[in-house]
Antibody, heavy 122, light 107 residues
Framework: QVQLQESGPGLVQPSETLSLTCSVS?????????WGWIRQPPGKGLEWIGN???????FYNPSLTSRVTMSVDTSKNQFSLKLSSVTAADTAVYYC???????????????WGQGTLVTVSS | EIVLTQSPGTLSLSPGERATLSCRAS???????LAWYQQKPGQAPRLLVY??SRATGIPDRFSPSGSGTDFTLTITRLEPEDFAVYYC?????????FGQGTRLEIK
């Protein structure tokens, strides 16, 4: 079955860039799916960060678009997230997830990674 | 941005009872683009339903309904494993947005 696994540093300094990678197993990343990032601050709700298609087309949350870059590496079956100029408000569990394509750029997410806690602190 | 408001914030019920969770949108949504998730402590959210479709492996006691701006997830005959936090999500327009969640707790 499809599995996703996030990896990256658990601690990031303020003003630095958060970088995470999601490794996809048991399905090709070039399948007809969107690949997304969603985050959840401790004890709070879910916030969509953005989606990327295997072609490299990206769709970001307008609230984060100035700081977000997503990319896909089809040779490694991975996709990545970079979030620049982080502050304590970016402390959250970051999830990667597969999006079910419904003909629009947004999607319900049917397979999720386990999540990785990223803390922004000096 | 479409804002989703879930009610109640907390729902206290007993196993075997029926749960009704509400999600109200600030703008009309095509029901295909309304999804519900379940999240247990320390776990990733799990997709339950989107539109009228149940995700793979989701039992039929989870039943979505609604249209326009008012949507409901009904859970008939609560099982012990159903007690969790539930989120609705709209994925019909960017940005995707989630409701703030309803906590379903054992009474």
């Amino acid at each position: 079955q499809v599995q996703l696994q996030e990896s990256g540093p658990g601690l990031v300094q303020p003003s630095e860039t958060l970088s995470l990678t999601c490794s996809v197993s048991d399905i090709s990343i070039i399948s007809a799916s969107y690949w997304g990032w969603i985050r959840q601050p401790p004890g709070k709700g879910l916030e969509w960060i953005g989606n990327i298609y295997h072609t490299g087309s990206t769709f970001y949350n307008p609230s984060l678009t100035s700081r977000v870059t997503m990319s896909v590496d089809t040779s490694k079956n991975q996709f990545s997230l970079k979030l620049s100029s982080v502050t304590a408000a970016d402390t959250a569990v970051y999830y990667c997830a597969r999006g079910i394509p419904l003909g629009v750029v947004t999607a319900p997410h049917d397979v999720w990674g386990q999540g990785t806690l990223v803390t922004v602190s000096s | 941005e479409i804002v989703l408001t879930q009610s109640p914030g907390t729902l206290s019920l007993s196993p075997g009872e029926r749960a009704t969770l509400s999600c109200r949108a600030s703008q009309s949504i095509i029901n295909t683009y309304l999804a519900w998730y379940q999240q247990k402590p320390g776990q990733a959210p799990r997709l339950l339903v989107y539109g009228v479709s149940r995700a793979t492996g989701i039992p039929d006691r989870f039943s979505p309904s609604g249209s326009g701006t008012d949507f409901t997830l009904t859970i008939t005959r609560l099982e012990p494993e159903d007690f969790a936090v539930y989120y609705c999500q709209q994925c019909g327009s960017s940005p995707e947005t989630f409701g703030q969640g309803t906590r379903l707790e054992i009474k």
